[in-house]
Structures are given as structure tokens and as C-alpha cells.
T-cell receptor
Framework: EAQVTQNPRYLITVTGKKLTVTCSQNMNHEYMSWYRQDPGLGLRQIYYSMNVEVTDKGDVPEGYKVSRKEKRNFPLILESPSPNQTSLYFC????????????FGPGTRLLVL | AQTVTQSQPEMSVQEAETVTLSCTYDTSESNYYLFWYKQPPSRQMILVIRQEAYKQQNATENRFSVNFQKAAKSFSLKISDSQLGDTAMYFCAFMKQEWSGAGSYQLTFGKGTKLSVIP
């Protein structure tokens, strides 16, 4: 089954404690990205990756890091989380080409105290 | 930069009735895609329907159809024969068409419309 998986699904942490949210896809997609969803704001792109070792900033990259060492994985790293990073996070992937469908993971709900 | 506006934060519809969700967008691009995503209480993002801007024909998927007005930059979603399972948040989204394969494929989302289907 084609899917994007994220772990963990729920996370409560404290300010300043580094954390990583993993994302993995089994569709051999080149393109992967991270979005955050906040009430009243819709979804906003954090970072994206066009392929292994190729990443770039989206609209709201501050406070986040990413890496793409393998094609299937695209972890999101919060080096020093702050309460304003409390949000619902989605990973997405798609094949190359605008006509390819973008697949979303199930989401990770993060609470930073 | 693109913007997507959904002017109806909340809507409700009786089961089996028809409802239309509004979406307008602003862009200087000529080639792009428009989407409607459904987000049920499970929070999963589910693609409902997609429209390619170069196509004049409105997209349809079973009970879901769109009214795409390119000149007016309007992209509304019509849900016919509403069902209880249609209760969800609906997001309109825009994506610029990338020709070189080097673009961001970024989806620009509206703020969403919360739809409730009433039995």
C-alpha cells in the first residue's frame, strides 16, 4: 500500500528539548515536504526536498531543520522547540512532475510546554 | 506570491442536500493547479478533486464537482447528496505548474471551511 508514515503521532515536550519527527514514504518519490497546520491559518510549508541531499526553505522555516540522506526519509528536526511551535505537522511526498498527486502523512500533533 | 481565500469559516447542510463552498485565489501565474482537500476529524488530508487551469472543463468526482472561473479566479466546490461522512474541514489549495522539475511544488492553502452535515 502506498503511504507516508510519520512518527510519533503525538508528542508532548518541554521548551528547549531537541526532538525529531520522522517521515518515510514507500513510493520512491523524489519530492518530500513538511507543512504545519495552525487554527485559522491553514497549512504552511516549512521545508521541502527535491531529492537526496537537496533541501530548501518553505514559507515558515525558522526554528526547524531537515535532512534528506535517503530517498525514502525526510526527518523534521526541532533543535530547541518553543511553545510557538505547538502545531499539527504533516509530511507529504509526490513524484516528479506537476501532475503527480501529493500524498500526505497522518500528521503529528506536537505540544511544547 | 499566491494567496487563497475561503470566505466561509463554517457552513452546514442537511443530509441529502447540496452545498457549495467558495474559494478565490490571486496569482500572476498562467499555468497552475487547484485542489480541494478534505480533513475529517481524524486529521488526515484527503484529496477530493483537482483542476488543471488550462482545462476549461470543470472537474467532477462522483458527488463532488467544481465551478472553475479562471478569469474571476474563483474555484468553488459543490457537494451533491451530502452525507454524514462529508462532515469535515475543507481546504482549497493552489500549486504553480513547474516545468523544469526544480520547483517547490508548494501547495498554498486557504484557511479552511468547516462543513457540518446535519442528519
Amino acid at each position: 500500500e502506498a503511504q507516508v508514515t510519520q512518527n510519533p503521532r503525538y508528542l508532548i515536550t518541554v521548551t528547549g528539548k531537541k526532538l525529531t519527527v520522522t517521515c518515510s514514504q514507500n513510493m520512491n518519490h523524489e519530492y518530500m515536504s513538511w507543512y504545519r497546520q495552525d487554527p485559522g491559518l491553514g497549512l504552511r510549508q516549512i521545508y521541502y526536498s527535491m531529492n537526496v541531499e537537496v533541501t530548501d526553505k518553505g514559507d515558515v522555516p525558522e526554528g526547524y531543520k531537515v535532512s534528506r540522506k535517503e530517498k525514502r526519509n525526510f526527518p523534521l528536526i526541532l533543535e530547541s522547540p518553543s511553545p510557538n511551535q505547538t502545531s499539527l505537522y504533516f509530511c507529504a511526498s509526490k513524484g516528479t512532475g506537476s501532475r503527480e498527486t501529493q500524498y500526505f502523512g497522518p500528521g503529528t500533533r506536537l505540544l511544547v510546554l | 506570491a499566491q494567496t487563497v481565500t475561503q470566505s466561509q469559516p463554517e457552513m452546514s447542510v442537511q443530509e441529502a442536500e447540496t452545498v457549495t463552498l467558495s474559494c478565490t485565489y490571486d496569482t500572476s501565474e498562467s499555468n497552475y493547479y487547484l485542489f480541494w482537500y478534505k480533513q475529517p476529524p481524524s486529521r488526515q488530508m484527503i484529496l477530493v478533486i483537482r483542476q488543471e487551469a488550462y482545462k476549461q472543463q470543470n472537474a467532477t468526482e462522483n458527488r463532488f464537482s467544481v465551478n472553475f472561473q479562471k478569469a474571476a479566479k474563483s474555484f468553488s466546490l459543490k457537494i451533491s447528496d451530502s452525507q454524514l461522512g462529508d462532515t469535515a474541514m475543507y481546504f482549497c489549495a493552489f500549486m504553480k505548474q513547474e516545468w523544469s522539475g526544480a520547483g517547490s511544488y508548494q501547495l498554498t492553502f486557504g484557511k479552511g471551511t468547516k462543513l457540518s452535515v446535519i442528519p
